[in-house]
């Protein structure tokens, strides 16, 4: 069984909300992968503010990445996140796909630098039906293929 990451800001925003939604979708598409949420990394790494537990987040979170066959990236405008252009260059560098969830259509060339340099613009959707048509037409490649287009 493969992985997919579900990344998003987790600081006010309504990510949960969407994951629960495409995880539903998914699983009734017939895709049964684990699926990582990597807020969830605070309740397995060591409490504190200290460098020992921000360490133990970013390498709980990089192992996902490292390890899982595709990122799905809820980005919402106007709610900044430090986290998902950090897990989006580990996506990169892990050469692992990423589809990206943007609201309404919204113009690609007027978001963040990190997303278009990083995103291929066929991998951007604007609702869960979508993201769902996109992981499933990602995953049925052979990794070769992935590989190759991603590059």
């Known amino acids: 069984m493969s992985m997919i990451y579900f990344a998003g ?38 409490s504190g503010a200290g460098s020992e537990s921000i360490k133990a987040l970013v390498d709980i979170n990089r192992f996902a990445l490292e390890n899982c066959s595709l990122m799905l990236l809820n980005y919402q405008p106007g709610i900044e996140s430090w986290g998902c252009p950090q897990e989006l260059m580990f996506a990169w560098s892990a050469l692992v796909p990423v589809v990206v969830l943007v609201p309404d259509k919204t113009d ?11 995103v291929k613009p066929e991998n951007f959707v604007s609702n869960t039906a979508e993201a769902v048509t996109q992981i499933i037409s990602i995953l049925s490649r052979p990794k070769e293929v992935i590989y190759e287009q991603r590059l």
């Open 9 to 46: 800001a987790i600081d006010r925003a309504k990510s949960k909300l969407v994951w629960g939604e495409t995880i539903d979708k998914l699983r009734a598409a017939g895709l049964e992968h684990s699926l990582f949420v990597p807020s969830r990394a605070f309740d397995i790494a060591p």
């Open 108 to 118: 690609i060339n007027l978001l963040p630098l990190y997303l278009r340099a990083w």
